[in-house]
């Protein structure tokens, strides 16, 4: 490890390209985030790496991270990212932390429904107490929110959290399911009591007209 650490110093003294792209778009940023390499993520940082650089799908290195599920690295180019963002208008440190508490920030949201999606709770915990909107970002497929993709991994603890961060119960997405359909076409029962519990619309209808109990 100690190995590996030094010799990426060395190759960062030497000036190597570090926003090269490999055959995926992906930048070494992305890569060690997604490897949850907290070491070479800071190493990288320091040497201002783009953070908010994308790959060809549109992730950045912190969307990476938050799928390798290590908190300190999404918590290190979260407020990388932020910082980032915001140079340009020259924000003072306590201008930068009020920024962490912007409901629009899409890296944020998009980490908040990776985590919910991959039933990391700890995570999912972190990203909430920073602030975001726990329905800020929907999958490009079809429209699901965080709250709607727990619900189908059938992760109750998640559930329970986005609920009590305010997540909406009966959003849909763009088949009209809300987070009750789709737990209910996944026959777990568990979830649809709790989904019931917490005030879902039972009767809400998809775009075939079927309600959760037709499903």
């Given at each position: 490890?100690?190995?590996?650490?030094?010799?990426?110093?060395?190759?960062?003294?030497?000036?190597?390209?570090?926003?090269?792209?490999?055959?995926?778009?992906?930048?070494?940023?992305?890569l060690v985030a997604g490897?949850?390499?907290?070491?070479?993520?800071?190493?990288?940082?320091?040497?201002?790496?783009?953070?908010?650089?994308?790959?060809?799908?549109?992730?950045?290195?912190?969307?990476?991270a938050s799928k390798s599920?290590?908190g300190n690295c999404i918590?290190?180019?979260?407020?990388?990212?932020?910082?980032?963002?915001?140079?340009?208008?020259?924000?003072?440190?306590?201008?930068?932390?009020?920024?962490?508490?912007?409901?629009?920030?899409?890296?944020?949201?998009?980490?908040?429904?990776?985590?919910?999606?991959?039933?990391?709770?700890?995570?999912?915990?972190?990203?909430?107490?920073?602030?975001?909107?726990?329905?800020?970002?929907?999958?490009?497929?079809?429209?699901?929110?965080?709250?709607?993709?727990?619900?189908?991994?059938?992760?109750?603890?998640?559930?329970?959290?986005?609920?009590?961060?305010?997540?909406?119960?009966?959003?849909?997405?763009?088949?009209?399911?809300?987070?009750?359909?789709?737990?209910?076409?996944?026959?777990?029962?568990?979830?649809?009591?709790?989904?019931?519990?917490?005030?879902?619309?039972?009767?809400?209808?998809?775009?075939?007209?079927?309600?959760?109990?037709?499903?």
């Open positions: 490890h100690n190995s590996n650490i030094n010799v990426f110093r060395n190759l960062l003294a030497a000036k190597v390209n570090i926003e090269a792209r490999d055959k995926d778009g992906a930048t070494p940023l992305m490897r949850g390499q907290f070491e070479m993520i800071n190493l990288l940082l320091e040497v201002n790496a783009d953070v908010v650089a994308t790959d060809p799908n549109g992730h950045t290195a912190l969307e990476y599920g290590q918590t290190a180019l979260e407020d990388s990212s932020i910082k980032a963002r915001f140079a340009h208008a020259n924000l003072d440190d306590k201008s930068v932390a009020d920024a962490n508490k912007l409901k629009d920030n899409s890296d944020h949201n998009k980490a908040i429904f990776d985590s919910s999606s991959s039933g990391k709770l700890d995570i999912l915990r972190k990203l909430l107490a920073k602030g975001g909107n726990p329905d800020g970002y929907r999958d490009k497929f079809n429209r699901n929110s965080a709250l709607q993709s727990a619900a189908l991994g059938g992760y109750s603890d998640i559930i329970k959290l986005l609920l009590y961060a305010r997540a909406a119960i009966n959003l849909t997405n763009s088949d009209k399911y809300t987070a009750i359909h789709l737990a209910s076409s996944k026959g777990l029962k568990d979830i649809v009591n709790q989904l019931v519990n917490g005030g879902a619309d039972v009767n809400c209808t998809t775009k075939e007209n079927y309600s959760a109990l037709y499903i």
